[in-house]
């Protein structure tokens, strides 16, 4: 069965530009340019990617996405921007965006995040069933794919989640922003490693008790990050 993605875009051109690009590879596409409706159509057809425009009428992508992430934490979002600015690709994965483009974006591009997207949220790691990783206050279970702490569960988006588990599986090793971009995000061109910077701030503040003096993710100053090993 083809992966259903939903395109939520007002700019007619891109949308059926972005739509061609999907459809050709093989996905089912459905489009809305109207922020309210899409939340509806997100709601009772349930895709499995979501492409996402901010500057939207009737809700912008900032709200769309916030409110997704209320209800789903697992569904893959990429976010789309007609703006080069740092604040706003922040904002947007702090909201709950896996990733982030800007306008204009070359199709192949889309498409091969399309493709990672979409394979790290149907694979499951390969792990033993039911293992586990315990830490302090801290239980990861990765053939569930699962984190609680303090015994209660924390919901985490996908890459949250494969960012976390790259981490603990590397634990006590340095990972440059560029290996955990590459092993990741799977891009396979040049990333933007801030995107990087933003997902362990948002898993600091999730799983850290004091996410401003991180126990578990520690950073190495100009290399990237190391998890604390045990003990």
């Known amino acids: 069965m083809s992966k259903r993605i939903m395109v939520v875009e007002d700019e007619e051109a891109i949308a059926r530009l972005i739509s061609y690009n999907l459809q050709k590879e093989g996905y089912e596409v459905q489009v809305s340019g109207d922020g309210l ?3 509806r159509k997100i709601r009772s057809e349930k895709p499995d990617l979501l492409i996402l425009d901010i500057m939207l009428p009737g809700m912008d992508g900032y709200e769309i996405c916030q409110a997704v992430r209320k209800e789903d934490s ?6 789309l921007s007609a703006r080069d600015d740092e604040l706003d690709k922040i904002l947007g ?8 483009l ?7 591009e889309l498409i091969a995040r399309v493709r ?17 990783f315990l830490i302090d206050r801290l239980a990861v279970d990765f053939s569930g794919r ?23 599986r590397h634990r006590g090793k340095v990972v440059s922003r560029d290996q955990l971009l590459d092993r990741v995000w799977n891009y396979d061109f040049a990333g933007d490693t801030r995107i990087v ?15 401003k003096n991180p126990s578990y993710i520690q950073t190495v100053r100009g290399i990237g990050y190391r998890f604390k090993e045990r003990g």
């Open 146 to 168: 699962e984190i609680s702490v303090n015994d209660q569960i924390v919901p985490l988006t996908p890459k949250e989640f494969e960012l976390l588990e790259y981490l603990i």
């Open 74 to 79: 697992s569904l893959p979002v990429i976010m």
């Open 116 to 132: 990672a997207l979409l394979r790290r949220a149907q694979t499951t790691q390969a792990a033993p069933d039911h293992e586990t």
């Open 93 to 100: 994965l702090e909201l709950g965006g896996d990733d982030y």
């Open 37 to 39: 409706d899409a939340l």
């Open 197 to 211: 910077d933003v997902h362990i701030s948002r898993l600091r503040e999730k799983i850290e008790p004091d996410p």
């Open 102 to 108: 800007t306008k204009p974006f070359s199709p192949r």
